[in-house]
């Protein structure tokens, strides 16, 4: 029996009609799935390059000078520098405030002959840089904190002896036990063997360092501070202070009226630029930047001009002394500015002549090294002559180990304290705490050596 397709026309027309419909949405359901799978992938490709151009570059442990993660100095804080303000006043402001590499950018580069080391600057910074999860930077301040108070004598021994124990207590806090023991083993010998210390004072120093070799399981060093601490009253080399240290020999030239314009255009130019910043939150501040450069400039042709007319005069050792250690201060400012330690780019010459930089500071420093032999050589008493090579050739030893003396020979270093400590003991005055170059320390560098 055939069908009229007139009957069947109607279904047939519903029929396409739905599966068109049907389609229409499946193809809208798929585009929408396409739009928000692209969004998605879009997504994860604008975060994947935000965090690979803000990752800060791993910390050269091996050049301090290069270890500034620039991104994270704040340049209206840094600047004030440029601008007149004392740096350890600036440093502590920045700790305060949490700004954490703009401090370690001020005191990186504030290392002058005349002024005592912020010994507790660097502690706290190293602390607060732990308890951020900055394990590698701590290691480095904890590294140069105990650089100083091995090698910088200004300290007394009971200061000595309680930051080593803050060091190794911090070292164990980072999770590096065989440096913190490094450090446990040096403020024994402090405790042990410094003579300016008091019983009370040994005794307390002992106190404090029994805990930490619990803490480290070093039975051996446990038992030696038991047993020393039984008996604080112990007999010790005596100390030797020489009457004059070289810090005090130098005299600080006394600037021309150009160059002391110069300074003054530069300290006038970095607070524009530190009030602009202020003002502006850091935009626009191109024409301030470039007074800022030019200024700079300015100054470092006044200074070559100036150090060119003194050499040509006939200098005192104390003023050749002087012009040689404010030379080396406003070469570390150059390299500060080559590395971008102010936290923005002021002189790109000065960063494309960054290793040139360096190499004119191991010159100056060569020469300051010199100069101080030679002054050593005119005083007229031997011991006297032998302290002040101590002294010079232990801050040798210190701009070394904070990476301001860039190609100095830490073996040579070393060799050259021990003859030196050797002629103390020829003259009767053996060192209480003898340095020498310890390439198998963790990490390798100076200390104290045990008792024979």
Known sequence: MAFDDRWNAPFAESYSRQTVQRRRWLETVLLLGFIVCLLIGLGALIAFWRLNSQRTPPVRLDDPLASLQVGQIVPALALAELAGDPAEALAYQALQAGQLETARAILTFQHRANDAHPLGLLLRMARQYSEAGEETIAALLYHQARAVVLLDDTHSSLERGQALEQIAQGQLAIGAPDAARDSLEQAFQVARRAPDLLPV???QLFSGLRPLADRLGDEPLR???????????LTVAPLVLST???EEIAVAPAYDSNLSTRVATRHQRAREL??????????????????????LLAEDQARGEFVAQQQRDDLAP???????????????????????GFGLSLVPEWEAARPALLRELNVV??????NLHEWAVAQPELLDQALLRRQARQWLAL????GLYPESSPQQLGQRLAEVQAELAQLGYPEP?????????????FRFQPAP
């Open 201 to 203: 004072q040994r005794s």
């Open 223 to 233: 038992q030696q501070i038991i047993e020393f601490s039984r008996n604080p009253f």
């Open 244 to 246: 004059t240290r070289f």
């Open 274 to 295: 530190v009030n602009r910043i202020a003002f502006t939150g850091g935009a626009d501040i191109d024409p301030e930047r470039v007074a800022l450069a030019q200024a």
């Open 318 to 340: 104390q003023q050749e002394l002087g012009l040689l250690f404010d030379q080396r201060v406003w070469l570390l400012l150059k390299i500060r500015i080559a590395s971008l």
């Open 365 to 370: 420093t060569g020469a300051l090294d010199s």
């Open 399 to 402: 701009q070394h180990e904070l």
């Open 433 to 445: 705490l003898p340095l020498a170059y310890a390439p198998s320390a963790v990490p390798p560098g």
